[in-house]
């Protein structure tokens, strides 16, 4: 059974920082890319950040230079450390693992509520 269980959310002030994780289980974790996501109430899901097999980053325009995504293959765990924190970073975190190749399949986690605000 693959699970995906995210932790470190909470509510912090503005310029804050928090640092996320998502222990996987049930894959070959060293495979997977993985991608932090994040949904803010009445808004659609975003990319916030992904990181490759081979460690490989990319994120979205809004958090560059603020977050930071990394992966830990002995651990079976993805991190997202974000600092400098803005109100608008306020959301539910999701992490993602999709399965290499054309199948399509991919995981979810249950989610982490992150609240920036004074």
């Known amino acids: 059974q693959v699970q995906l269980v995210e932790s470190g959310g909470g509510l912090v002030q503005p310029g804050g920082s928090l640092r996320l994780s998502c222990a996987a289980s049930g894959i070959m974790f060293r495979i997977y890319p993985m991608s932090w996501y994040r949904q803010a109430p009445g808004k659609q899901r975003e990319l916030v950040a992904a990181i490759s097999s081979g460690g490989s980053t990319n994120y979205a325009e809004s958090v560059k230079g603020r977050f930071t995504i990394s992966r830990d293959n002995a651990e079976n765990t993805v991190y997202l450390q974000m600092n400098s924190l803005k109100p608008e970073d306020t959301a539910v975190y999701l992490c993602?693992?999709?399965?290499?190749?054309?199948?399509?399949?991919?995981?979810w986690g249950q989610g982490t509520q992150v609240t920036v605000s004074s």
């Open positions: 993602n693992a999709v399965l290499p190749g054309t199948s399509g399949i991919e995981y």
